[in-house]
T-cell receptor
């Protein structure tokens, strides 16, 4: 069975500081990996996805994530936090190649930005 | 670009009532997925359809049913509503079964 574990339910950084949100995955088959962002009272927006091309994936809003198979990790980073980055972030996994693959979400990390 | 449309955006029902949630996928997308997000929870997969056939089933209660129509829109029917059904219900769509899923804004269901 597939799963993702997000380390830290709440992360707080200062504006301009590095953002690092941690995600580890478990999958018996090559996975697709995703990061989604959810702003308060809004839907889920795809930040970036890994589908076995480049291991360093660049997404929207200056975010990027690196797939490390040896560490089973897919951590999300941004060099300089902005106040508008405050939101809930979900790491997610789905099976590569299976039919209508459901997405399995992590428990989420709430990112707060201090002025 | 056109996005996934969900209606209604908000719905208030009493216990034991029924509710129907609608999802209109991105044009030309043939696969839809339903997820339920309880308060403070991560989204949980309910059910999916590919080319109008059910393709996968998750933790969907027997009181719920869904279908995908010929125009690829989908409806989630919920009967005998319980307080615990109060949640945000997301629909997502994709082109083909392995493409990226794009989420709609969600329907917030409140059961009183």
């Amino acid at each position: 069975a597939q799963s993702v574990t997000q380390l830290g339910s709440h992360v707080s950084v200062s504006e301009g500081a590095l953002v690092l949100l941690r995600c580890n995955y478990s999958s018996s088959v090559p996975p697709y990996l995703f990061w989604y962002v959810q702003y308060p009272n809004q839907g889920l927006q795809l930040l970036l996805k890994y589908t076995s091309a480049a291991t360093l994936v660049k997404g929207i809003n200056g975010f990027e994530a690196e797939f490390k198979k040896s560490e089973t990790s897919f951590h999300l980073t941004k060099p300089s936090a902005h106040m508008s980055d405050a939101a809930e972030y979900f790491c997610a996994v789905s099976e590569k190649g299976s039919s209508a693959s459901k997405i399995i979400f992590g428990s989420g990390t709430r990112l707060s930005i201090r002025p | 670009a056109a996005g996934v449309i969900q209606s209604p955006r908000h719905l208030i029902k009493e216990k034991r009532e029924t509710a129907t949630l609608k999802c209109y996928p991105i044009p030309r997308h043939d696969t839809v997925y339903w997820y339920q997000q309880g308060p403070g929870q991560d989204p949980q997969f309910l059910i999916s359809f590919y080319e109008k056939m059910q393709s996968d089933k998750g933790s969907i209660p027997d009181r719920f049913s869904a279908q995908q129509f010929s125009d690829y829109h989908s409806e989630l029917n919920m009967s005998s509503l319980e307080l615990g059904d109060s949640a945000l219900y997301f629909c997502a769509s994709s082109l083909g079964v392995t493409d990226t899923q794009y989420f709609g804004p969600g329907t917030r269901l409140t059961v009183l």
